[in-house]
């Protein structure tokens, strides 16, 4: 996560909210052809990262009226206002209490209820959102998306929110264009500081809608893309998403896989984590977000961080600056329609008493989690593995993870989670639901050199596994009311193996 711009759409209010963060680790990492270490680092502790609605220093109030519009005790949901500027509007004389916005008035604008709203812009319910700037100028240059370092890519979709991110050689103010028609970008939002990593997230967006968006300046965009948010409560009981992981160090391959996922139209896209081999900034670029792009510019994704992105960077801070997730970006949840998922990082410690190990309680034990049809967990280290490059005389105990067997495994029964998703072991492998309640899937075949199965590279016997496959390959998921649907899809779009399970 940069320092995220965020375009709130709260009482007619574009501002940057800048969220630092500081994120420490201690870990030690070593490559997957030489025996491996296990972090000593604590989950990612110390990030800073404010209320997201939290604005401060503005003043919005007794604003001018024009244009019939009429607009009186708008309610801006948690949100603090006070001394600040509005685009084109009008401020003085504002009541602000507890996020209540009092008496405030806009040029061109639509109110509803107690909601939002603005510039020619249809509000639905109290829901809302969107264009809370004035139509935004229309780009005169087309910008291609593939001379970009980190061609577009979008992280951490909700019901009301997504992040847009783009990388550029030369440091600018990067502009987001959006609205809900391909030839209706009305909304837009400009970063106002130059960086290279962009990073603006758009909030208070329709739920269940289709987007359409372009990045790029104040004088070229990106031609047209979309994405749909997360459907609202009691309507996303029926949804579809793909899988990945371990697509380092082949691009290539990666890049063949891409194209396919995105055919499948999925809501989001989610990854077992090593999405390069060394961590470095060139890797990001050449090995995850140019393949990727074919399916992050339509499709969110949110990542499980694995051990490779820390080889040359212990704390994972291009993995920090590259990703949109929530809170501390290791540990978090995240709810999308009927299935919670929960996303952990094995390279740090999941010890009882760890911070990783009460995050993931805490997380297993929320509302979110408890009142879901599925709960899911993603992350990078498999609690069993049966070949691995090398074989046995490569393969230190750690490298399987036994804390993701003693320590989670039993956690994630307490806690009813119905399926896992890991990589790390360069192929595919399913477990079939254990008597514990759990399924488990490596899904580790994006890229990487597979672990092939022979006499030579066997490292164990797991007799829970009942299905394992060295080839290139994705999970593609579907999700309709209690039944959940998984198959492996191989490079040339046959099924591998395919199964589903119920809560
Ligand atoms: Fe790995």
Redesign the pocket.
């Known amino acids: 996560m940069n320092t995220p711009l965020r375009l709130v759409s709260l009482s007619l209010v574009a501002l940057l909210a800048g969220c630092g963060t500081e994120i420490s680790r201690t870990s030690e990492v070593t490559g997957?052809t030489s025996p491996e270490q296990e972090s000593s680092g604590q989950g990612s502790a110390d990030t800073a990262v404010e209320d997201d609605t939290a604005v401060e220093d503005t003043t919005v109030a007794d604003t001018t009226v024009e244009d019939d519009t009429t607009v009186a005790d708008t309610t801006a949901d948690d949100t603090t206002v006070a001394d600040t500027t509005v685009d084109d509007t009008t401020v003085a004389d504002t009541t602000v209490e507890d996020t209540t916005v009092a008496d405030t008035t806009v040029d061109d604008t639509t109110v509803v209820d107690d909601t939002t709203v603005v510039d020619d812009t249809t509000v639905v319910d109290d829901t809302t959102v969107v264009d809370t700037t004035p139509p935004y100028p229309p780009a005169v240059t087309v910008l291609n998306p593939s001379t970009f370092p980190s061609p577009p890519y979008l992280m951490w979709v909700t019901q009301t929110a997504v992040s847009v991110r783009w990388e550029t050689a030369a440091a600018e103010p990067g502009v987001v264009r959006f609205g809900y028609a391909p030839d209706a970008l009305t909304a837009g939002y400009s970063e106002g500081v130059s960086r290279t990593t962009h990073e603006v997230r758009l909030e208070g967006l329709l739920t269940g809608s289709t987007i359409y968006y372009s990045v790029g300046t104040e004088a070229g965009a990106t031609p047209v893309k979309s994405f749909r948010t997360a459907p609202a409560d009691g309507a996303g009981d029926a949804f579809s998403f793909v899988v990945f992981g371990?697509n380092q160090d082949g691009p290539s391959n990666f890049r063949g896989l891409t194209p396919r996922m995105a055919a499948y139209d999925p809501d989001f896209a989610m990854s077992t984590?090593?999405c390069v081999q060394n961590g470095t900034r060139g890797e990001f670029r050449s090995q995850l977000f140019q393949p990727l792009t074919a399916l992050a510019s339509t499709v969110p994704f949110l990542v499980g961080a694995?051990?490779?992105e820390r080889y040359s960077d212990s704390g994972a801070s291009l993995f920090n600056e590259y990703m949109s997730q929530p809170d501390d970006e290791h540990c978090f949840g995240w709810r999308y329609g009927s299935m919670f998922v929960l996303f952990l990082d094995t390279e740090n410690s999941v010890d009882p008493g760890s911070p990783q190990h009460i995050c993931i309680e805490n997380q297993l034990g929320s509302e979110a989690a408890t009142s879901a049809t599925f709960r899911a967990a993603v992350f990078?280290?498999p609690p069993r593995i049966e070949f691995w490059l090398g074989g046995r005389l490569a393969f230190p105990a750690s490298m399987e993870a036994p804390q993701v067997r003693n320590i989670l495994e039993p956690l994630f029964a307490s806690y009813n989670v119905n399926i896992v998703f890991n990589?790390?072991n360069h192929l595919y492998a399913h477990t079939p639901e254990l008597p514990n309640g759990i399924t488990w899937v490596t899904t580790g075949g994006a890229g990487g050199t597979l672990d092939t199965q022979s006499f030579f590279w066997r490292v164990g016997t797991w007799p829970e596994i009942d299905t394992q496959i060295s080839e290139f390959h994705f999970m593609h998921v579907n999700v309709v009311g209690s039944t959940m649907s998984l198959e492996a899809v191989a490079a040339n779009g046959s099924i591998l193996h395919s199964f589903s399970i119920t809560p």
């Open positions: 997957d371990d984590g090593d694995g051990n490779h990078h280290k990589g790390h």
